[in-house]
């Protein structure tokens, strides 16, 4: 009988022996009452007069699924996002909220398309990092009661309808043609400075124009398929007046020109 006994005892003792894991915690409760938080390790949990129950404490990353929203500026768009966030206290996590990872979906669809409807298309578009930021503050904020630490939030796609996808694309490429007009004149302002200040040196050094004048003839008469006709101007000539072998100069400008 003793024997029966003991082997009874020894079954509860066996049976009542539960383990927590390094990153798990348990929750137990004594007739239905909350006791303690057990931590990593071996704990006996007796049957009838005690229940536990396992919180697993690692950072997770829920994917909240797409949500339809509207911005300040009356544009419809769809979004969703991933939050992570992690238990930092197990026992509000079980005594605060009945289901912690459906209440924390529904709270972050809903601050996402409140923060959406907050901003205009173009903040959405481009400060989606401090829009990200907003939420996750709000989240954070509102799940403290749950034993729950928000560590970010993260947008991952913005769908536009498709009308507003090509006036972006329209907008867009006004802006580059904008851009390469601004360009192109800048560099058509330099370019004009550049000669006037050429023809200003050019100006006031006797000789100098004549002298681009025949180098240009001389490289535009290379090729003999070219015909050119031109005007010589009388300062051309009077440039040469007084010099030696001034017959032969004419003679040679008169040679290029019929070339």
Known sequence: MIYIILSIILV??????KQINEYQRGI???????????????????PIVNFYKKIDIRTKAVDVPE??????????????????YKIFDASKAIL?????????????????RNAV?????????TEREKISSTIQEIIDKATDDWGVSVSNVELKDIALP???????????????????????STGEVEAAKNLAEA??????????????????????????????????????????????GKSNIVDNIKKIAKK
């Open 12 to 17: 509860v003792v066996i049976c009542s022996l």
């Open 28 to 46: 137990l409760f004594t007739f239905g009452k909350f006791s303690k938080i057990l931590n990593p390790g071996w704990h006996i949990v007796l």
């Open 67 to 84: 949500q339809d929203a509207i911005t300040r500026d009356n544009v419809s768009v769809r979004i969703n996002a991933v939050i992570y």
């Open 96 to 112: 605060a909220v009945e289901n912690l990872y459906y209440a924390v979906s529904q709270l972050t669809q809903t601050t996402m």
């Open 117 to 125: 409807g907050s901003v205009s298309l173009d903040e959405l578009l």
């Open 162 to 184: 498709e009308e507003m996808k090509r006036v972006i694309a329209k907008a867009a490429e006004a802006e580059r043609e904008k851009t390469a007009v601004i360009t192109k």
């Open 199 to 244: 023809a200003t040196i050019m100006a006031s050094t006797p000789g100098a124009l004549h002298l681009r004048t025949l180098s240009t003839l001389n490289d535009v008469s290379s090729d003999q398929s070219n015909t050119i006709i031109f005007a010589i101007p009388l300062e051309v000539l009077r440039a040469f007046e007084g010099s030696e």
